[in-house]
């Protein structure tokens, strides 16, 4: 029933978790060809951009179609160079902090504020300590600053911190275990779609499915 009902109300919201629960499945084997796998890849996170944009939701909502569009486009260039999939992901990340920037919380808690902070320190801080010797080690780090300075926007934002939040938890999660088993500490690059994926698709569909849904809360208030 619940199902029937996804199909029917949210079919972009559907058809991006069906193809994302099949990369996770299949993306290891050797039946699909490598330029296939760059489109495949980028399919879930496309989706959830036509899910956001159909919604319908004012610029809030187009900058969200464009955080995962640009997300897509990462992914797909993840199969092929991770320093431009890093780079194109990069904008995604400025994209999340606009967007949570434009919605702000009125009301902050010390303990909220506290996590927001702690995270903008510790994010890049871990990232530079599981990437010892490894060339680009700095320009990694940059970019756990960024990871961690969106985490604490969206963190800070009006929007659902058990949809958004942990969204952009998990998202954060995600790229340090894969800044874990990409560096000396844990070379393991078949954890990359066991683990990896499943942590950033959740993150993915968490915010945007937390991000329609408060923006269409406050267009209906």
Partial sequence: MVRRALIERRPWL?????????WWAFSDSDMVPGLYKMVWKAVPLALLAIYAFQRHLGTDGTILSGIMATAAMADAMSELHYLAAGTIMALSL???????????????????????????????IIA???????DGRQLVTGYGLLIGIMAAMAWTSRFSRY???????????????????????????????????????????????????????????
């Fill in 128 to 134: 530079w300590y599981l990437l010892p010797g490894v």
């Fill in 163 to 221: 949809r958004v939040g942990a969204g952009a938890m998990l998202f954060v999660v995600s790229e340090l275990v894969l800044f874990s088993i990409s560096g000396p500490l844990m070379r393991d690059s078949s954890l990359d779609s066991t683990v990896v994926w499943p942590l950033y698709y959740a993150g993915q569909l968490l915010i945007a499915t937390g991000v329609v849904s408060g923006l269409r809360r406050a267009a209906d208030a």
């Fill in 94 to 124: 400025f994209l999340a902090v606009w967007l949570y920037a434009r919605n702000r919380r009125a009301m902050l808690a010390t303990s909220q504020k506290l996590l927001a902070i702690l995270l903008v320190i510790t994010v890049p």
């Fill in 14 to 22: 559907f058809a991006s978790l069906l193809v994302a629960l099949a």
